[in-house]
């Protein structure tokens, strides 16, 4: 199993590193906020979750469109780009429903209510469904073209991204204006800026890290298959041989 | 039940400007973050565990 096991040891206690001064930032050295209190240090958490969803998501599409257009010419490289595009497409989904889940337990504390139906958060909930159903296709869905077909689905799941991007400058929305580029008042006091961004390298290198090892897994699950599939046919040719 | 406690007093809350909601929001968002992504590192875990599972399979076939 030589999924480099050595390097990605030392990146695991770096990026344990890093979490550790992101959570040390996040609720020891940044100050409570002048409306919202302690409860900022939500956002510390929160912020990261949809910065990994925007690296991992778009990443899977890279490696969908990869895997569609160097499938039938070179079968290794084909078969990398679609185990990369499981791994980002998992890890997209669990940052994204983080996303969500943090933001309705901040919901509850400074709007009153877990969830509304407003063009922020039900394009975010759509967009998470439609990885979801990337991945249920993915379990459960039998035979060669299942591959084809979720890259097209990751294709079409992609064209949210941009959509739950604008929907805050689009539509009026019960969700905050973007903390960063929302325009006049919008942004962070410096003090604060630690705090956020030493959480968004930590989480994106953990993501990286968790992909670089879901992305190993199945790559040599894939290899293993059919490596199988061709011991398979060898087995059958040579019976038949021996019954001829 | 006392080292939840614990876990919770590790997060800051200030009565005179938080609302008592905080004290349990703010952890649970903490808390939980780091239970999926652990959960999620449980299953690649899992799946690798099946995998060498399956190789020593198919290399005992051979």
């Known amino acids: 199993m030589g999924i480099g096991w050595r390097w990605r040891g030392i990146a695991l206690v770096a990026v ?62 084909a078969m990398k780009a679609d185990s990369l595009a499981l791994a980002s497409a998992e890890m997209g989904v669990v940052f994204c429903g983080l996303g969500l889940l943090t933001g309705s337990l901040w919901g509850r504390v400074e709007w009153g209510i877990w969830w509304t139906w407003d063009a922020r958060l039900t394009t975010t909930l759509v967009l998470w ?47 905050p204006a973007p903390v960063f580029g929302g325009g006049e008042g919008a942004g962070l006091a410096a003090n604060m800026q630690g705090a956020v961004w030493w959480n968004v390298l930590a989480w994106v290198a953990w993501g990286a890290l968790v992909v670089s090892f879901r992305y190993a897994v199945e790559l040599r699950r894939q290899q293993l298959e059919s490596s199988e599939g061709v011991s398979r046919i060898h087995d059958r ?6 019954d001829d | 039940m006392t080292s939840l406690l614990l876990l919770i007093r590790f997060f800051p809350y200030d009565p005179s400007i938080d609302v008592p909601l905080t004290r349990i929001h703010l952890p649970l968002i903490y808390c939980l973050t780091w239970a999926f992504h652990l959960f999620y590192v449980g299953y690649i875990g899992l799946k690798w565990r099946d995998l060498v599972k399956s190789a020593s399979r198919l290399n005992g076939h051979r």
């Open chain 1, 16 to 77: 344990m590193a890093l979490l550790s001064y992101g959570l040390v930032q996040a609720l020891g050295v940044s100050p409570p906020d002048a409306q919202q209190g302690n409860m900022i240090r939500a956002f510390y958490y929160h912020f990261p979750d949809w910065i990994g969803a925007s690296v991992f998501l778009p990443l899977n599409l890279i490696a969908s469109v990869t895997y569609l257009a160097v499938r039938s010419k070179r079968r290794s490289l």
């Open chain 1, 129 to 175: 469904l439609i990885y979801v159903s990337y991945l249920m296709v993915r379990r459960f869905s039998m035979g060669s073209s299942t591959a084809v077909l979720c890259a097209v689905l990751a294709i079409f799941g992609f064209c949210d991204i941009p959509i739950v991007y604008m929907s805050t400058r689009w539509w009026r929305t019960q969700h």
């Open chain 1, 237 to 242: 040719t040579y019976q038949g041989a021996a």
